[in-house]
């Protein structure tokens, strides 16, 4: 079995434990966008906007599976709607993509809502984070190293304290996860960057 078909079994399984697990869904979908497998896909990802409309960068994942498989138009509905998401949240980068995404199909880029001098406050840059420009910024690194200076750069305090309370412990269990070892700790870094955004 292939590392990604790995990952894909792993994701899965968390999805199926947890059905209200976004980032579940996320991932796996993402790791079928990657796999080719985009009819499967695009059922993770819309339950992925079931769970948590605001998740901007879904809707332009969704858009691509729906491309590749020839649906042009409920794409263009799907990118229509992300790039409202993203702009009311800031979400400059996925907003940009959505836009080059619909001017490829022959379709309008919606002007931009937001002003350029928005709010000087603190975003949160994980995806999936509820507060966008209005996020709480963490008091200090939560690590002394780069990784620690990275979350607190780009995460809320509030995301921040999601996953060590909740996610973490969840990936921990359902992957068993032994942290005295090297292995156990790589992949629980691994997840973790993941969930903040910062993989």
């Known amino acids: 079995m292939s590392q990604l078909q790995e990952r894909i079994t792993q994701f899965r399984k968390m999805a199926n434990d947890d059905p209200d697990n976004e980032l579940g869904h996320f991932r796996l979908g993402q790791l079928l966008l990657e796999a080719g497998q985009n009819e499967e896909a695009v059922q993770s990802l ?55 995404m619909l001017g490829a199909l022959g379709k309008p880029v919606p002007t931009s809502k937001r002003t350029a001098a928005g709010g000087d406050g603190f975003r949160c840059q994980r995806p999936g984070c509820m507060a966008g420009s209005h996020a709480r910024r963490l008091d200090k690194p939560p690590m002394s190293d780069d990784v620690g200076k990275q979350i607190y750069e780009k995460v809320c305090a509030d995301c921040w304290q999601d996953w060590l309370k909740n996610y973490s412990i969840k990936v921990i269990n359902e992957l068993r996860l032994d942290l005295s070892t090297e292995r156990g700790q790589d992949e629980y870094d691994r997840h973790m960057r993941e969930y903040l955004g910062l993989a």
Do not use: H, W
């Open 46 to 100: 819309r339950r992925t906007l079931e769970l948590s409309p605001q998740f901007s960068k879904v809707y332009q994942l969704l858009a691509k599976c729906l491309i590749a498989l020839n649906r042009p138009d409920e794409a263009v509905e799907v990118l229509q709607k992300g790039f409202a998401v993203a702009d009311e949240r800031g979400d400059n980068m996925p907003r940009d993509d959505m836009g080059k």
